[in-house]
């Protein structure tokens, strides 16, 4: 099995490589269109902003291809933190800008509190839909390593796929098909977060 | 619920040619605790939240240092926070690219402000890790200090946190030097001064010496997170006692599996 870990040339993919290692499947970096083709499944991590992953993947012309590979031949992709936030519509961080648009909503900042402090820094504990095979095998309650200060919110109901609080409820992971997203660091989550890779690789 | 972390600090001496890890006190006096990636294995075993590397070696140390995150990224997958001789956006991206999530950074801040916000906007505000450096004065406000503890940089610790702050910083930790490898416990006044002045998350260093001091810094600040690195390495207790306790006290802690 050969993933790809679309690369943003902005670093810190080091961990996803490795995690993904781990679990036993093999890795290549894509950084240009034809890449996106050579690999069984995608991993679109995250990187800075919203708009800064939005702007890598342009730069490096990768939208189009993206798009191809997902939505029309059907390659099973996975979002980490900002590169699940990125398959919404749209992003309000840094004055707005669009997403890639394969799930309807908008990329939000979360509420805070005075004891809900941003960025959301920790783990927490996800509830997630236990039928989707990316969740497979996982204890109830699991926690999982979060970073982030936005939150994805997809307008249909059936596209979270986990949730978590701080404060407020939000989407922890999006899902449909083929298509999986994750609020929380799987490369970063320990044993879980490890399980995580393994079903989707090996699972979905 | 968002949970409590306790953070080993693992600092290395990273002039030698096999780096060391050692504890401080006072920011001197090192005594050497073993090697850094065995640690580093050891307390991720021992349910460790989050590890964060500081190199002590400056420039001169910084491959070496980055080859010992590179190698403690390969295996431990969780939350790493690395810093120590970071003076320029090259280096945070180095460390992240190491394998790092958080850059932890103090003196060229201080030296050069605007570097916090073009970390920030390079790589999020969620990476960059605001190390503040005090020793408690005899009267009045803690200054901020440099240069591993050696120099005064006349800013007022709250005023630093302030303007962290603003230019984007998303996390900050309190390292109260006078405390260092002291066992005598947080510094937990200035903890709690600094946490009515700004929204970050804090995290709580330097003076931790029994499970005790750990449950008082969650139960009496707002801390989101408590460092301990002589604590880790010289007693008895590792993570697993100190979370178990914790959690008894009800601290709320991840749990293990």
């Known amino acids: 099995m050969l993933i790809g870990i679309i690369d943003h040339g902005r670093g810190n993919i080091t961990s996803i490589k490795n995690a ?5 499947a093999d890795v290549t970096l894509c950084c240009s269109r034809d890449d996106l083709s050579r690999v069984d499944k995608l991993v679109l991590p995250g990187v800075g902003a919203f708009r800064d992953c939005m702007e890598a993947l342009h730069e490096r012309d990768l939208v189009t291809a993206l798009t191809t590979e997902v939505l029309t031949r059907h390659k099973s992709i996975l979002g980490i933190c900002v590169g699940m936030q990125v398959m919404m519509d749209h992003g309000s961080e840094g004055g707005g800008c669009a997403g890639l648009g394969w799930f309807k909503g908008a990329t939000t900042r979360l509420l805070g509190g005075e004891e809900f402090l941003l960025p959301h820094i920790g783990w927490n504990e996800i509830e997630c839909d236990a039928a989707l095979p990316l969740f497979d095998g996982l204890p109830a309650s699991a926690e999982f390593y979060f970073l982030h200060s936005y939150r994805a919110q997809p307008t249909q109901a059936e596209e979270t796929a986990a949730t978590s609080r701080y404060g407020e409820q939000f989407t922890a992971a999006i899902a449909r098909k083929n298509i999986y997203g994750v609020q929380f660091h799987p490369e970063k989550s320990l044993d879980l977060g490890l399980k995580v890779f393994e079903n989707f690789i090996f699972r979905c | 619920m968002l949970k409590k972390r306790i953070i080993p600090k693992l600092l290395v001496d990273s002039l030698q040619t096999e780096p060391t890890l050692v504890t401080t006190r006072d920011y001197a006096a090192r005594r050497v605790a073993g090697s850094p990636v065995s640690q580093a294995r050891v307390y991720s075993a ?3 939240d989050e590890l964060s590397f500081i190199n002590l070696g400056g420039r001169a140390g910084f491959s070496r240092f980055l080859a010992i995150l590179e190698q403690s990224a390969r295996e431990l997958f969780m939350p790493l926070a690395a810093g120590g001789g970071v003076s320029s956006v090259d280096d945070a991206r180095a460390l992240l690219v190491a394998g790092a999530d958080k850059i932890v ?3 060229a801040a201080t030296e050069n ?8 906007e390079r790589f999020g505000s969620q ?4 190390s503040v450096d005090y020793r408690t004065p005899l009267e009045g406000e803690p200054n901020v200090f440099v240069d591993s503890g050696r120099r005064d940089s006349g800013i007022k610790v709250t005023d630093w946190v302030n303007q962290c702050e603003r230019l984007g910083a998303g996390e900050i930790m309190l390292n109260c030097i006078t405390r260092d490898g ?4 947080y510094d937990l006044l200035w903890i709690d001064k600094v946490r009515r002045v700004t929204t970050l998350p804090l995290i709580v260093s330097c003076g931790c010496g029994s499970i005790a001091h750990f449950i008082e810094a969650f139960a009496t600040t ?9 604590f880790f390495a010289f007693h008895d207790q590792n993570p ?15 749990r293990l599996y």
């Open chain 2, 222 to 230: 707002g801390v989101s997170a408590a460092a301990a690195g002589t």
């Open chain 2, 127 to 130: 990476s960059v890790l605001i």
């Open chain 2, 105 to 107: 950074i103090n003196t």
């Open chain 2, 113 to 120: 402000p605007c570097i916090i916000s073009e970390m920030a």
């Open chain 2, 46 to 48: 021992q349910g460790a």
């Open chain 2, 182 to 185: 002291s066992s005598s416990g």
């Open chain 2, 240 to 254: 697993i006692q100190a979370r178990a306790m914790m959690k008894n006290a009800g601290v709320p802690m991840r």
């Open chain 1, 20 to 24: 993904i290692e781990f679990v036993g």
